[in-house]
């Protein structure tokens, strides 16, 4: 049945178990061999952004033969009747970009926070992009504290193309995993950076967003010139489900070199003596709001 022809890609899109494989010479349309599926799987055996090795059918369809192992994922988990299983929304993204906007909608910091968290407990490089600076006076004035922290800050505006080409530079040939609540202007920033681009996305992200009985398909989109870009709306719904509480101030870069100072070795970070962090936090070296999102994470709450 086959041609005995191998070739090595990278799933760019997946709908209802098939997978549109770039091959650099084409896509091919893949399904997984059936060896693969053998077992109950407690997550996506493959999944948008994986490279996988695939054999050609004598249709020119394929067959996914073996799945790279990942670098990194971005992973949500759903509550299935017969138990939990690890949803892949986005394997082996080179950097997760949080796109907010400085005002209409007011930045929830809060949320970019959490995100954050997840960025780097999944050791996923972060970009923030400070989008509509063109409504406020001094976008800085909210953003600017991720740069202190090491972030790169990019300060956007479709209506004056600011930051436009500096985005579309730090896109290029990269896996970007795009986040960011509705009406930041995601869409926007993608059609000025390529014609077109913000269009296709939206288009497959509405479709996400409609329900749990619509057929899910993920898809990335290539740049010209290089790289693709994947909405992954998820993020919302992701929850810190394999984060102890002890281990959330290695995920805040500002607390983690703290903590070997801390008196005690299971500080909290809120009420002990000898606390490394909270003495920071009185000196002004922490901004108090990164510290209340982190008590917030904590103790759980999202």
Not at 5 to 21: D, E, M, P, R, Y
Not at 88 to 99: G, R, T
């Amino acid at each position: 049945m086959t041609n005995n022809i191998n070739k090595q890609g990278l799933i760019i899109k997946a709908q209802s178990g098939f997978f549109w494989v770039e091959t650099g010479e084409g896509i091919i349309v893949c399904q997984l061999r059936g060896k693969l599926k053998q077992g109950r799987a407690k997550g996506d055996i493959a999944a948008l952004g994986d490279r996988v090795d695939i054999s050609v059918l004598t249709d020119g369809s394929g067959v996914i033969e073996t799945v790279e192992e990942r670098r990194q994922a971005i992973v949500r988990l759903d509550p299935r009747p017969q138990g939990e299983y690890q949803q892949v929304l986005l394997a082996n993204p080179d950097q997760a970009v949080f796109v907010f906007a400085c005002a209409h909608p007011t930045p929830r910091l809060k949320m970019l926070d959490r995100f954050l968290v997840i960025a780097e407990k999944e050791r996923i490089p972060a970009v923030i992009v400070a989008n509509k600076i063109d409504l406020v006076d001094d976008p800085k004035e909210m953003f600017g504290l991720y740069a202190s922290l090491g972030y790169h800050v990019i300060y956007t505006s479709t209506k004056t193309s600011a930051g436009v080409d500096e985005l579309k530079s730090q896109l290029q040939a990269k896996i970007s995993a795009l986040v960011g609540p509705s009406g930041v202007g995601k869409s926007s920033l993608l059609n000025a950076i390529q014609p077109g681009l913000g269009l296709a996305v939206n288009e497959i992200s509405s479709a996400m967003n409609k329900g749990r009985h619509t057929t899910v398909t993920r898809q990335m989109f290539a740049l010209e010139g290089g790289g693709y870009v994947a909405d992954t709306p998820g993020w919302k719904s992701l929850a810190l489900w394999d984060t102890e509480p002890e281990e959330l101030d290695a995920y805040f870069p500002e607390l983690r070199d703290l903590v070997p100072h801390c008196q005690f070795s299971d500080c909290t970070h809120q009420h002990e003596p000898g606390c490394a962090v909270l003495s920071a936090l009185k000196a002004g070296q922490i901004h108090q709001e990164r510290y209340d999102s982190f008590v917030r994470l904590r103790s759980g709450k999202e």
